[in-house]
């Protein structure tokens, strides 16, 4: 059984009181803190400033996982590597420059992930799967994390079938992450289709229906039924 890494999306937590909420994840026992770095254009959100997430490195010992979502995505990669993100993802469909930021980010020591929004095809990996060490699909378009009526894209599951199909066939050790309303309801799937790295937020890990301890064992019980293990 594959082992599911939790990456808790730390925009869904409480802002407004960070640290203790960095201290609730580190109590879950999530893996990583998954960072969304936003520029108000590529999403229309931004929760998050840059001297925020530095200010984060001071509380907590949780890897950063640093999803950068942005139009100039060399300046914000740039600026993870350079407070020490230990992984950093970019979008391609605003790369003119793949293989550059893939390179930026080896130099730097740091894991690197390519993203796909959810109409992206898988194509765009041909020459560059086998460089990086994690492809995040969105599964839903990019926005408001809270956005409680948007849906994952009715071709999620296979979506990340067919990519742990290419992953497999060429033997790599890729991670396929998720992002995108990864919910109780969709994680046995998700992880059936090959997903191994969940990004949790306001539909799972974040849950107002539970503690983070309580969401978290639900989260267990939901990957177990995926055959997942934690």
């Given at each position: 059984?594959?082992?599911i ?5 730390i925009m ?18 999530a893996?990583?803190?998954h960072v ?5 254009r ?8 840059l ?10 010992s949780l890897?950063?996982d640093?999803?950068?979502?942005t139009?100039?995505n060399?300046?914000f ?8 993100a ?11 420059h ?9 130099s730097a ?19 560059v ?13 990019p ?11 009715p ?6 079938s067919?990519l ?8 790599l050790?890729?991670?396929?992450q998720?992002d995108?309303r ?13 997903a ?5 937020g ?17 989260l267990d ?10």
């Amino acid at each position: 059984m594959a082992r599911i890494q939790y990456a808790a999306s730390i925009m869904c937590a409480d802002l407004a009181n960070l640290e203790g909420s960095i201290a609730e994840v580190e109590a879950a026992g999530a893996d990583v803190l998954h960072v969304d770095v936003l520029d108000g254009r590529f999403s229309p959100s931004m929760p998050l400033g840059l001297e925020t997430i530095r200010r984060m490195r001071d509380v907590t010992s949780l890897p950063f996982d640093a999803h950068v979502m942005t139009t100039d995505n060399e300046l914000f990669v740039t600026e993870m590597l350079e407070l020490g993100a230990e992984s950093v993802t970019f979008h391609v469909e605003t790369t003119l420059h793949v293989d550059r930021l893939i390179g930026l980010a080896r130099s730097a020591g740091a894991k690197v992930g390519v993203a796909l929004n959810p109409a992206t095809s898988l194509s765009v990996l041909e020459f560059v799967l086998p460089l990086v060490d994690s492809v995040c699909l969105m599964l839903i378009n990019p926005g408001y994390a809270t956005n409680a009526s948007e849906q994952q894209v009715p071709y999620a599951a296979e979506k990340v079938s067919r990519l742990r199909g290419l992953v497999d066939e060429q033997g790599l050790a890729t991670a396929v992450q998720v992002d995108g309303r990864v919910s109780f309801a969709t994680v046995p799937g998700l992880v059936r289709a090959g997903a191994t790295s969940l990004v949790l937020g306001s539909t799972s890990l974040f849950s107002k229906d539970g503690s983070l301890a309580e969401n978290r064992a639900r989260l267990d019980a939901c990957v177990a039924a995926g055959g997942g293990t934690r």
